[in-house]
């Protein structure tokens, strides 16, 4: 039998000593040592979180800047290592690891957008944007808010510029509804820039029912809030939105608006006009909404609204509705009637325990 030439034993002893690193010399390349590192401020926060503690700022960031470099390496290895699939499977890693942590990204034409949120206190979600910078692969830009960042891809600007549109949901009221804060954001050259934004409609803030996020339309449902409106109650006034991609200037447009269950809105418009006619004696707003003279001179002008639910008495768009007022520390029932000219007091009653 032929001799192994000297080339066969150098090849053989080299994988034999790669076998017998294995792991240690894949965590020589910097996957693990971060996931590693993910792993122990995992373990911080969860001490921390026994005695009633929080990780510190530094802490968040160093994080994210894990999950930063995990996503920069795999997009300049370029192929099926740049694809958002593959991307989401390691982000799924630093998930389970984490627990809890809600990490997810999105392809955005040539940018990759990733929307993070590790905790539940301020300042830590963010939705970071990924792409190439003087020819490699880098982080663009960061946005922080307050909430659960979801992204959803939008149509191209004019200049065909890549948008997208986050999602920043917020807790849930407890009456099927939550804050929301909808932004369209567009590349600008090496950065990325917020174009759109409902906080710059609803300055008071947004508290949305339901949302739908398609490429070039939103469709949103909300609260709207109003004299008359008390949380928690059934069949009141909400609005709800539409607003599409303008070809012109590549931001979103709003082309309608619709209201459900108005009628709500319209009656408590006559009870604040009521409820002021009487203190200040306007006796012609007075016999406007309250037709029936003998009823106009039983009302006191100390009476006022209760921060309590209406009763319709006739089906989803009632015609007779009693409304829960009180003049001091006695309760009035005010049953209002929908006419041809609007809500009319006919009704007017104490209380009695």
């Known amino acids: ?19 017998g690193l294995g792991g240690a010399a894949v965590g020589a390349a910097g996957v693990p040592d971060r996931l590693d590192r993910f792993r122990e401020l995992a373990l911080a926060r969860q001490a921390r979180a026994q005695t009633g503690g929080e990780l510190t700022a530094d802490a968040y960031r160093e994080m994210y800047a894990l999950l930063d470099e995990e996503i920069v390496e795999s997009l300049a290895s370029g192929g099926p290592f740049a ?3 593959f991307l989401q499977e390691r982000l799924d890693a630093f998930g389970d690891v ?5 990490l997810g990204v999105v392809g955005v034409d040539r940018l990759v957008v990733g929307a993070f949120r ?10 970071r944007v990924y792409g190439r910078l003087r020819g490699e692969a880098a982080l663009l830009a960061t946005i922080h808010r307050e909430g659960q960042p979801v992204v959803y891809p939008a149509a191209p600007a004019p200049d065909g510029a890549p948008q997208f549109v986050t999602a920043w949901e917020g807790a849930s009221s407890g009456r099927g509804t939550r804050a929301l804060r909808l932004e369209l954001a567009r590349q600008a050259g090496d950065s990325v820039r917020v174009v759109w934004s409902t906080a710059e409609l609803f300055p008071q803030g947004l508290v949305a029912r339901s949302y739908t996020v398609r490429p070039k339309e939103i469709r949103v449902r909300y609260e709207l809030r109003y004299p008359g409106w008390t949380p928690g109650c059934d069949a009141q006034t909400e609005g709800e939105d539409v607003y599409r991609l303008a070809t012109d200037t590549g931001v979103f447009a709003r082309p309608t608006r619709t209201y459900h269950q108005p009628w709500h809105q319209e009656l408590h418009a006559a009870v604040w006009r009521l409820l002021e006619a009487l ?7 007075l016999a406007a909404l309250v037709p029936d003279a003998r009823l106009r001179r039983r009302l006191p ?10 009763a319709p008495e006739d089906g989803p768009t009632p015609r007779t509705v009693s409304v829960p007022a009180s003049e001091g520390r006695t309760p009035w029932e005010l049953v209002f009637r929908r006419t041809a000219d609007g809500w009319r007091l006919t009704r007017a009653t104490q209380v009695l325990p």
């Open 279 to 285: 203190g200040v004696g306007d006796e012609a707003t």
């Open 1 to 19: 039998m032929d001799r192994p030439s000297r080339e066969l034993l150098t090849v053989a002893l080299v994988l034999a000593a790669l076998a």
């Open 83 to 85: 694809s958002p699939g």
């Open 301 to 310: 002008p100390e009476l006022r609204a209760e921060p309590a639910c209406d």
């Open 98 to 102: 984490w627990g809890g942590a809600l």
């Open 118 to 127: 590790l905790a539940d206190a301020p300042g830590v979600s963010t939705v």
